[in-house]
């Protein structure tokens, strides 16, 4: 089941054209959420998630979808799905397809996660986009998952730490969190939020380059995103060796707080 172009479809394929350019090139942009109950909830970002789709479609010159129909849309799939993923063609048609919750996720926030380091060949083109061209994010975390791991770090030519290849990245040292800075990542919607909350609870979030040295000294580490709020990273594998981290930090329960709001 899925919603395109003004219909609400039950199958599990699509038709397009041959020579649609979402199909050759990627030429879609899209955003994915989580449904806390209602589309209007403080916790669901919908508006957000629809003024990051609208930037992007103004940034390439593309068609601004039926919005009024897209929320259509949202609300049919979201009776049947918790995370929607939202995307609009260069004309302006929407898709919006639906899935469930992974079955462990408490257990990974709970535990942590183990991830590996990518290779910078992997940085992701347009990054301040949610765009379909997401080849080379998507090839990172599959090489991750070879190694059994269940997520993998993005980095720069000079070896920062950018992003996760799902989620924005925090870091728990000397009393404050940290994040990397937003130039050549995605400023998720998240991350905004999470920024926000500390700020109204007076803790200092620093946003400064997770260079190689800066990335050892943490005491505790995680990424964000939308779908699974927050999760702990326990175990960083590098071509150098492992980094650990604590994924029972008790700083994390201060972020959770966000999320019980």
């Given amino acids: 089941m899925f919603w395109y172009n003004g219909k609400l479809i039950e199958s599990q394929t699509l038709e397009l054209a041959i020579d649609d350019p979402g199909l050759l090139y990627g030429a879609t942009v899209f955003t994915t959420l989580r449904v806390y109950g209602k589309l209007d909830s403080s916790l669901t970002n919908w508006v957000s998630h629809c003024d990051r789709l609208q930037f992007s479609l103004q940034t390439f010159g593309w068609q601004q979808p039926d919005w009024k129909r897209l929320r259509q849309g949202a609300e049919l799939i979201m009776a049947h799905f918790p995370i929607l993923r939202i995307t609009v063609f260069p004309d302006g048609r929407e898709w919006i397809t639906g899935r469930l919750l992974i079955p462990d996720l408490t257990y990974k926030q709970i535990n942590g996660i183990e991830c590996t380091v990518s290779i910078p060949e992997y940085y992701r083109s347009l990054a301040i986009h949610k765009?379909?061209?997401?080849?080379?994010?998507?090839?990172?975390?599959?090489?991750?998952?070879?190694?059994?791991?269940?997520?993998?770090?993005?980095?720069?030519?000079?070896?920062?730490?950018?992003?996760?290849?799902?989620?924005?990245?925090?870091?728990?040292l000397d009393g404050c969190w940290r994040t990397p800075p937003t130039e050549g990542i995605l400023p998720g919607i998240m991350r905004e939020k999470l920024i926000n909350y500390l700020h109204t609870q007076q803790q200092v979030v620093r946003e400064e380059p997770w260079t190689p040295e800066l990335v050892k000294k943490f005491e505790a580490i995680a990424y964000s995103n939308?779908?699974?709020?927050?999760?702990?990273?326990?175990?960083?594998?590098?071509?150098?060796?492992?980094?650990?981290?604590?994924?029972?930090?008790?700083?994390?329960?201060?972020?959770?707080?966000l999320f019980l709001a």
């Fill in 226 to 257: 939308c779908v699974v709020e927050l999760i702990p990273i326990h175990t960083v594998i590098q071509p150098t060796g492992k980094l650990e981290y604590d994924p029972r930090h008790p700083i994390f329960q201060q972020l959770r707080q």
């Fill in 131 to 172: 765009t379909g061209n997401y080849l080379s994010a998507w090839l990172a975390k599959n090489s991750a998952q070879k190694l059994n791991a269940q997520e993998t770090i993005l980095v720069s030519k000079a070896g920062n730490w950018l992003e996760t290849s799902t989620g924005n990245l925090w870091g728990w």
